[in-house]
Every structure is written in C-alpha cells, then in structure tokens.
C-alpha cells in the first residue's frame, strides 16, 4: 500500500543545504560557545513556545536540574514524579539533593494522575514534574490548581513535546518552569546533546544563566557554585534550521500515526 504523504528521501536536498550552510557559518565565525546562534535560538525557540526566556543548556537532564537548583530546591525537600518516566526526570531531583515521590500514572495516557499527586503531597514537597509522555500533555489544568493550593512549583518535564499543545497553549508554557532535551532522537533533534530551560519567570531564567555558566555572568566573576551545561553554537545553529520544520514534521507524524492506527 502506498502512503502518499510519506516522504522516503530525507533529508530533503533543501533542508541538506540549509543545515550545510548554517554549519559552514559557525565555522567562519569561529565563535563557538554561547555567541549568537545560541542568542537567536533562545530567541526563536521562545517565541515558538510563547514564553518569554529560553535558556540553552546542555542536555535535558541539566535543563530540568538547573531549574530545581535556580529555585533553591534540594536537602530535605522532596519532588513529586512519574512513576512512569525516563531515568533523567528522577536524577534530576537526587542531583539537587532532593527526594523523587513517585506517582502512579493514569492507565489511559500513562502520563501523571492529578488525583494520585493529591495524595502524595506532604509538607516537605516543594514542586511537582510533570512529564508528557511520548509527546502527549499531562493534564496540566488539574495539575496547576493542585500546586496554586498547595504553593508548589510546576515543572514540566517536554523532553519529548517539543511542539505539542494543551488547549492550544504549547508545552513549554504550562507550569512555571519547563526542560526540553535535543537529543538526536527527538522530533527536534540537535546533532549531538542539547537541551534549554523555558519559562515566563524573569528571575529563574536569569539564575539559571549563571548557573549554566559556572556561576557567572561575567567573565572570571563566579557569583555562586555553578555548572558547565551550555548549549553550543553548532548546535544551536542547526537547531534553528529545524526548528522552522517542525510544524510540518509534527503534522506528517500525526498523519502517518493515524494511518497507521487504522491498520
């Protein structure tokens, strides 16, 4: 059976010449960590999730790190998480000192149960993460009112969302906080290991760019204990190329899904 809308050769001799040419234009820059196509990305991709920040960093596991870390989350606290989730979503709570809870999933999407984090709030939890699983929203209304009533964080977890929609709104722009990951693997995936930090948070995307960036943000003035996880040029470059596809990229996903759940 042939599906027309099925394109077998890519890349696209197009697309082939746009990543050539951004990849050609770090070369000749020869700025190669945190100059301008790390600029227009955080730029780009911020506008495409509607948020006003986005800090690039170098993996997802980092992204989701860094924003524990910016909001002074660690010892003594704990973090609510899926059950149901790739490793990263817990490491990133041990490695700010934190403890994972786990939470069961909802049987029909596998992604969180609001009902189930009810439950599992004590007075130690500080935020809860949550992960849209294989690109399909958590139930992110239910899951804000419970933090707004017990003053919680809203982290989500869209390493791989990148372009989904909750009520129209983008992941990205459903909690207070989000971390993508670009790894190649993904629906926008970087060359190598990438990740960035969305958020509407004035304060946590200004800590999190010194965090990121061994704690400083000016040169040989490290303000506090920071981390090397910066997203670089290359990648970023090649990112921005992509990440105008990917619209049209979700769409032949969902479409070739659809064809295919038919049988």
């Not at 939470?103 to 984090?117: C, F, K, L, S, W």
């Not at 979700?250 to 759940?261: C, G, T």
Request: glycine fraction near 10%.
């Amino acid at each position: 059976m042939r599906v027309p809308f099925l394109d077998l050769k890519l890349p696209h001799l197009e697309l082939q010449q746009e990543l050539e040419s951004a990849f050609r234009r770090v070369l000749e820059s020869g700025n190669y960590i945190l100059g301008r196509e790390v600029e227009e990305f955080e730029k780009e991709f911020a506008a495409y999730c509607g948020v006003r920040h986005c800090v690039g960093v170098g993996n997802g596991l980092d992204a989701l790190h860094l924003i524990l870390r910016a909001y002074g989350i660690g010892a003594g606290d704990e973090v609510i998480v899926p059950s149901n989730t790739f490793i990263a979503t817990w490491l990133a709570v041990s490695y700010a000192g934190a403890r994972p809870v786990p939470v069961e999933p909802i049987e029909a999407t596998y992604n969180i149960d609001p009902q189930r984090i009810r439950d599992a709030i004590t007075p130690r939890t500080k935020a809860i993460i949550a992960v849209h699983l294989y690109g399909q929203p958590a139930d992110m209304g239910a899951i804000n009112d419970i933090a707004l009533h017990h003053g919680l964080k809203v982290i989500e977890d869209a390493a791989q969302a990148h372009g989904a929609r909750y009520k129209g709104i983008r992941a990205g722009n459903l909690g207070d906080a989000a971390g993508f990951s670009f790894y190649p693997g993904k629906n926008l995936g970087a060359f190598g290991d990438g990740g960035a930090i969305t958020t509407n948070d004035d304060s946590l995307a200004s800590q999190v760019r010194i965090l990121r960036n061994y704690g400083s943000q000016v040169k040989y003035h490290n303000e506090v204990k920071g981390f090397n996880s910066r997203l670089d040029e290359l990648q970023a470059a090649l990112l921005r190329v992509k990440l105008k596809h990917l619209d049209a990229w979700n769409s032949s996903r969902s479409r070739l899904a659809k064809f295919i759940s038919r049988g």
